[in-house]
Nanobody
Framework: QVQLVESGGGLVQPGGSLRLSCAAS????????MGWYRQAPGAERELVAG???????NYADSVKGRFTISRDNAKNTVYLQMNSLKPEDTAVYYC???????????????WGQGTLVTVSS
């Protein structure tokens, strides 16, 4: 019914930048909150950044000042601009969205398949 497709991951040197994108598709009526999570090997999944439908944002302390989340509501897409990347940012990054579908009578919690970000020299 709904699909989240991420792109933009890859290998980058410390201090470098990457931009992740996540596009939602399907019978979407509206999208409420959207966010990015990450999971490093052997660690639990953690929230990196979130953004409401009105554009309010929140960030994990570890990425404040380096990462910026944004969204394009017309394209049902959320972005994560990652600057000054550190080796400890290495993880699989997952997109998440709270989506209202036509005819659903509520909202569903959707996840992308994940995209790997590796920060290494």
């Amino acid at each position: 019914q709904v699909q989240l497709v991420e792109s933009g991951g890859g290998l980058v040197q410390p201090g470098g930048s990457l931009r992740l994108s996540c596009a939602a598709s399907g019978r979407i009526f509206s999208i409420n909150g959207m966010g990015w999570y990450r999971q490093a090997p052997g660690a639990e999944r953690e929230l990196v950044a979130g953004i409401t439908s009105g554009g309010s944002t929140n960030y994990a302390d570890s990425v404040k000042g380096r990462f910026t989340i944004s969204r394009d509501n017309a394209k049902n897409t959320v972005y994560l601009q990652m600057n000054s990347l550190k080796p400890e940012d290495t993880a699989v990054y997952y997109c998440n969205a709270d989506i209202e579908l036509y005819g659903l009578g509520g909202s569903m919690d959707a996840w992308g398949q994940g995209t790997l970000v590796t920060v290494s020299s």
